[in-house]
Structures are given as structure tokens and as C-alpha cells.
């Protein structure tokens, strides 16, 4: 395999002492999986495709991926023995997701955008998938030599945009038996390509998903008064709820209730008889998530009881916060670092998005880093689960180094 040159901070040994540099030629058929994947993204337990390409490379680098109980998704062992008993420490485990999100892709010239009309790879799943598979096939190649010191799992995990996550399913399926550790990225758009971004503690927030409907008995608009003005009803619960739901919890938890979809009526002089929202509420600590179902409700029934509106709600619970282990945080810092230098990595902001890799790490230690994919120098603000989201490809060879140090890297450390 090849290597690279000296690493930047002074005093650290050359990154030729730490094996698992991706190669050239891997290199460039990664970038072309992960263009295969972005022109036939598919959504959460519907991977089909996308399972059968991952189990058909992972095959032919001489594993033995199991596809997942649920019918898409796998699991894939590496320096397992055939009977599948794990001696020693428990194994680390890389994780993707590998679904895509219901919106269309509006890359006008892009030669690799969806053809699946309405669906794209929008935040970066496709990045991930094959991040975890070049790290996969690098490693079973050390495996083979002699050099892989400890078994590695990976899970390639489907749904992880269908509340409350595929993570669970995945979990249930044994994808934890044997991992005593677990590390995954989320592609950043804010962060230069050949960085990672890191925190201890909450790096992501909880989320969950509100359906209502509201009713009443209708009538004309002339003659509000004489009915439920259902409407304003609406009006008045998209307006006011966040409003008091922010006065009942401490504003450190950061728990934010906003609306993505409203519907009612079809005329203009005709009071509705029936309403219908949906949103989201976040929070930034897990205690205050854990009290706000009965907060959010309450202020909805207040609402709409003020209108005279009756109120049908159903809070669907969804993720927790990830929270990054400070020794795993610490393991991926020190593989970035043996990588590419300490100025490769930088400290990053606890969001308000959801990332159901938190379940998994309500059993077992793990962390999440911020994958850069800007491209260096520009300065253009971007988002995720936008229809023209791109990465800066060289990020993937990033990824993939980064999560083949933190192994070797971990399996040393167990063994000093």
C-alpha cells in the first residue's frame, strides 16, 4: 500500500509507521461507487439496490456481508473467524446509513445527478456508504496481510431519515453483539474537505415529529363569530405554542418547536371544518426532551381550546441527542491528527438536526465526527437536505484513513 508524506505536527511519527493509506486505484473506484449511489438514491427501507451493491463489492474483496433481518442493510465481520466467535476485546464498529432523502436533485449539469425523479442524496448517506466500505476493503487487504490486530464490524444501516431511525431495527437485528465501541461521520458542508470536525458531549440534538389535526363546524367568513374561526385556530397554535412551550422549559435546553407543513380549506369565503400541521420539535438536552411530549401537548390543547377548536395530536417520538464518548472523541482526534496534522482538525458546534446513531450509543461507547466536504476556499453557505448538495469527493479518501487509524489505532491502545 502506498504512503504518505511526513505528518505535519512536530514530533509525530511519519504516517508510513501507520498503516491502512488508501491506494490510488481504490481511491477512484470509490469516487465512482459514490457517484453510482448519488444517481440511484433510495429511500429508508426501500435500499434494495444499494444493499445489493455493497454486499456485491464487499463479496468480492473475499467477505461475508449478511444482509439485515429487516430486508436492507447489512452487517459485514472483518478478521472474524468462520464460526463467528469474537475472543478478547470487543470489536469497533463503523457505521453508515445508506438511505436518501424525498426531494427532488436540482443539479442542473451535474453528470452524476439522481435519476430516480424526487429523490436524492441530499445529506450525504451516499459520502458515508462509501466511506465505511473503502475502510472495510482496506482493512480486510491489512487483514489478509497479517496486520489487522483485532476484528472489525461494519454496519451499513438502512432508514436513518424514517423516525424514529433505522438505528433501532439495526439493533435488534444483533448488530451490537460483540461491539464494545462504535465511530461514524456525518458529511459537514461548513467544514473543509481533509477536516473533521469534533466535540465531546452532544454533538447532534433529540427530534421528534408532531402531527395535528384541528376541527370545528365551519361556515361562512362572513359570520365568524357563529362558529369556530378554524383558521385562526391554526394561526394561533403555529404562532403562539412555541412561544409558551420556550416560557416552560430553561432556554439552555434549546427545545424549538417549528412547523414544515399546514393545510386547510378550499375557498375563500368558507370557514374549513378541518385543519392538519406538522413539524418537528428539537431539543438541545436530553432531561428537557424527555419532559417535552407533555409540554408540547399541553400548549397545543391550551390553543386551540382558546378557539374552541378541538385538537387531535400525535407526538411521535424520535431520536435523542448523539453524545460523543470523550475517550472515542479522543481516539478519532488522535487518528485524524496521525493522518493529517493537527490543524486538520478543529472543534465543532452541537447542532439542532437529528441522527439516530444515537441509539446505538445508548448501549455502547462511540462517537461521531463532522466530515468535511467544502471544497477549500470556498466560501458559499450550504446546507444539508438541499437539492443541490455536492461534496468535494477527495473527502471520502478522508474519511476512509481516518476511520482505518482510529482501528489500528484502538486495537493498539487496548493491547499497550
Known amino acids: 500500500m502506498s504512503s504518505e508524506s511526513e505528518a505535519d505536527s512536530a514530533g509525530e511519527a511519519p504516517l508510513a509507521a501507520l498503516p491502512g493509506v488508501l491506494p490510488e486505484a481504490l481511491g477512484a473506484e470509490l469516487v465512482a461507487f459514490r457517484r453510482d449511489l448519488h444517481m440511484h438514491p433510495e429511500l429508508g427501507n426501500q435500499e434494495f439496490r444499494t444493499t445489493a451493491a455493497i454486499k456485491a463489492r464487499l463479496e468480492k474483496a473475499g467477505l461475508k456481508p449478511r444482509v439485515l433481518a429487516v430486508g436492507t442493510g447489512l452487517v459485514c465481520d472483518i478478521g472474524v473467524p468462520d464460526g463467528g466467535r469474537v475472543d478478547g476485546a470487543p470489536m469497533i464498529a463503523l457505521r453508515a446509513d445508506i438511505d436518501a432523502l424525498p426531494i427532488p436533485d436540482v443539479k442542473a449539469e451535474c453528470p452524476y445527478r439522481s435519476t430516480v425523479p424526487d429523490r436524492a442524496h441530499a445529506c450525504g448517506h451516499d459520502v458515508h456508504t462509501t466511506v465505511v466500505l473503502g475502510a472495510g476493503l482496506v482493512l480486510a487487504e491489512l487483514h489478509r496481510q497479517g496486520r489487522l490486530p483485532r476484528p472489525v464490524r461494519l454496519v451499513f444501516q438502512p432508514a436513518e431519515e424514517v423516525l424514529p431511525g433505522g438505528a433501532a431495527d439495526a439493533i435488534d437485528c444483533g448488530v451490537l453483539e460483540g461491539v464494545g465501541r462504535m465511530i461514524a461521520v456525518h458529511c459537514d458542508p461548513r467544514v473543509d474537505a481533509g477536516k473533521v470536525g469534533l466535540r465531546n458531549g452532544a454533538i447532534t440534538s433529540a427530534c421528534d415529529r408532531l402531527e395535528i389535526a384541528l376541527d370545528g363546524p365551519g361556515g361562512h367568513t362572513a359570520r365568524p363569530h357563529l362558529t369556530t374561526d378554524l383558521v385562526t385556530a391554526v394561526a394561533r397554535v403555529v404562532t403562539d405554542v412555541p412561544a409558551l412551550v420556550g416560557r416552560r422549559v430553561d432556554t439552555r435546553a434549546g427545545l424549538a418547536v417549528t412547523w414544515g407543513r399546514i393545510e386547510s380549506g378550499h375557498a375563500p369565503n368558507v370557514i374549513p371544518q378541518h385543519a392538519e400541521l406538522s413539524g418537528t420539535v428539537r431539543c438541545l438536552d436530553i432531561d428537557a426532551w424527555r419532559q417535552a411530549p407533555d409540554m408540547v401537548v399541553a400548549a397545543i390543547d391550551e390553543v386551540a381550546n382558546l378557539h374552541g377548536a378541538k385538537s387531535e395530536i400525535n407526538y411521535v417520538r424520535g431520536v435523542p441527542p448523539v453524545v460523543n464518548d470523550a475517550a472515542v472523541t479522543d481516539l478519532l482526534r488522535d487518528a485524524q491528527v496521525a493522518r493529517r496534522g493537527e490543524e486538520s482538525v478543529e472543534s465543532t458546534e452541537q447542532s439542532l438536526g437529528g441522527e439516530d446513531f444515537s441509539w446505538y450509543l445508548e448501549q455502547v461507547p462511540g462517537a461521531m465526527a ?21 461534496v468535494d469527493e477527495a473527502a471520502i479518501k478522508v474519511g476512509v484513513e481516518l476511520f482505518t487509524a482510529a482501528v489500528l489505532l484502538d486495537a493498539a491502545n487496548r493491547t499497550a
Open 370 to 390: 463532522r466530515l468535511g466536504v467544502r471544497p477549500p476556499g470556498e466560501r458559499t453557505v450550504r446546507d444539508l437536505h438541499q437539492g443541490d448538495f455536492d
